[in-house]
């Protein structure tokens, strides 16, 4: 690795120095190896500003302010244009630190985060100067290779974090509305080098079925190219939720994509971990979270060398990729083309049918019918209104179907189909209740979504779902969508918005 980081930094010179060279020719590039001595060299540099500064880098005391000047000296040498954005909290001055390298699409904005400052009672520098360490040094691979991205690369170093997120918000919640509309995905990096490791990736499409539910449309695209980097290692991953515990909970609330990777903190390593990555079962991720002994002799190289790297792979992935080509797409908001309902004529359901239109919302138990949309106003939904209550147009009786006008897609290369759905029911729900999406061509008929109720109450949330359907490469297809109320009579609602067919 240390041979191709070589010849990589080589390439870089050979393209900084080559005048008039194409825009695409530091894209080309693959993801650096980051150098391990370099972000332990950052980390170094923190334990030091806190031990001049009464042993840690919190919010509002010398030691945070040190360590932000430090952390914005380096990327003005480097070429970054910067921002020491101030805010107050708890009566004393915070900073962000701003970063945008010049270049790359200003409307598509890829920004990679991590808070920087410590609790009072220690340096902080597993939570989070290894974080904060590992996206300086990807911010300086991307100055030292001169990288020209097609999308633009920002990079954040949040304080006030240990408070509640206090910096992030703030950025977030001041950020002009068009200006928030442009970061199309939000990378957090918060305790990556934790001694008793484990390997989490946020669980942008919540396929673990549990706790916080997934990001933002997008999110699972993220989640994949993290994990896409440790599968090429070898290293399996476990997902790990969106529990508003950092920087990227003011992100979500906004709509934005987020992904991100985690080493653990205060929790317990189990057998079943141990096992899958090594290290102590019975013990915590960091016996030193917030403690005094968070110091640089509270690192495990090797979680922090993997992740700077995994950090570095996402950067230039989504960084660096050409946006994919759309085939088909709809979003619902013009009802052209349209969709047919019950285009069989074979539809059992009594209420709740399928429709294009605007939600009203529904509760029971937690929301049922989402009022809001993936993207404008409208979307595919089981029975727009609410009526008198929850299960007035919920679908009932049997199955409901659409169908998609006819699709006809182009011959060779990859075709992806990305769409956003839920599916929300009651506790009465059973396995015999779903919502169903499938691809039906000439070529035959494939399912590239399917989920089942249970027995369990399900509230209504916003996922994505990415399916490959090259197979039907050259072929007219058509999209049908099915809900089913069909055992027992039970609460059910569906939705389905922004259905997309690209070519990478």
């Known amino acids: 690795m240390k041979q191709l980081h070589a010849l990589l930094s080589a390439l870089a010179l050979v393209v900084a120095l080559t005048p008039a060279a194409p825009a695409s020719a530091a894209a080309a590039l693959a993801p650096p190896d980051i150098p391990l001595a370099n972000v332990k060299a950052h980390l170094a540099r923190l334990q030091t500003i806190a031990d001049a500064n009464g042993g840690n880098r919190a919010h509002g005391r010398p030691g945070y302010l040190a360590s932000a000047t430090y952390i914005k000296d380096t990327l003005d040498a480097a070429g970054f244009t910067t921002t020491l954005q101030s805010f107050t909290y708890n009566g004393a001055t915070g900073y962000n630190v701003i970063a945008d390298w010049p270049g790359g699409d200003p409307g598509d904005v890829v920004m990679t985060g991590a808070h920087l400052d410590s609790v009072t009672a220690g340096p902080g520098i597993n939570d989070n100067g290894s974080g904060s360490a590992a996206i300086l040094e990807a911010a300086l691979e991307v100055s030292r290779q001169a990288l020209r991205p ?4 920002r990079f954040a170093w949040w304080g006030a974090e240990e408070l509640g997120l206090r910096g992030s918000r703030h950025y977030v919640n001041t950020l002009p509305a068009a200006e928030r509309a442009r970061i199309k995905a939000y990378l957090n990096f918060d305790m990556v080098g934790s001694p008793n490791a484990g390997y989490f990736v946020y669980d942008g499409d919540d396929s673990d079925g549990v706790g916080a539910g997934p990001g933002p449309a997008g999110s699972a695209e993220l989640e994949r190219v993290l994990q896409s980097y440790f599968t090429s290692i070898g290293v399996p991953t476990r997902g790990t939720d969106f529990d508003g515990r950092s920087d990227y909970g003011p992100f979500i609330s906004a709509g934005i994509p987020a992904g991100g990777t985690f080493t653990g903190a ?27 002994c968070d110091t640089t002799a509270n690192i495990n190289d090797t979680a922090l060398d993997r992740n700077a790297d995994a950090i570095a792979h996402a950067v230039w992935t989504l960084g660096t990729a050409a946006p994919p080509q759309t085939v088909w797409s709809d979003t619902f908001e013009t009802g052209s083309p ?3 309902a019950d285009p069989d004529g074979t ?8 429709e294009r239109g605007d939600p009203e919302p529904t509760s029971s138990s937690g929301a049922k019918q989402l009022g809001t949309t993936v993207s404008g106003v409208n979307a595919l939904v089981t029975g727009r209104l609410a009526g008198s209550g929850a299960g007035t147009y919920d679908v009932d009786g049997g199955v409901t179907s659409i169908r998609s006008p006819e699709i006809t897609l182009p011959s060779g290369g990859p075709l992806h189909l990305t769409l956003a759905w839920y599916l929300a029911h009651g506790s009465n729900s059973s396995a015999a209740d779903f919502l169903r999406v499938r691809v039906v061509g000439s070529g035959g008929t494939a399912t590239v979504l399917s989920q ?27 999209i049908v969508v099915e809900a089913a109320d069909a055992a027992t009579a039970s609460l059910v609602e569906a939705g389905v918005d922004d259905v997309t067919i690209t070519r990478p």
């Open 452 to 478: 089942a109720g249970a027995a369990t109450d399900r509230d209504g949330a916003w996922s994505t779902a990415t399916a490959d359907i090259s197979a039907y490469a050259g072929q007219t297809v058509r």
């Open 347 to 354: 539809d059992t359901a009594t209420s709740g049918q399928w």
């Open 150 to 153: 097609a999308k633009h690369l």
């Open 338 to 340: 349209a969709w047919t």
């Open 266 to 292: 205060e929790g317990t390593k189990t057998s079943a971990q141990a096992q899958l990555w090594g290290g102590t079962a019975g013990q915590a991720f960091d016996r030193c979270y917030h403690r005094s």
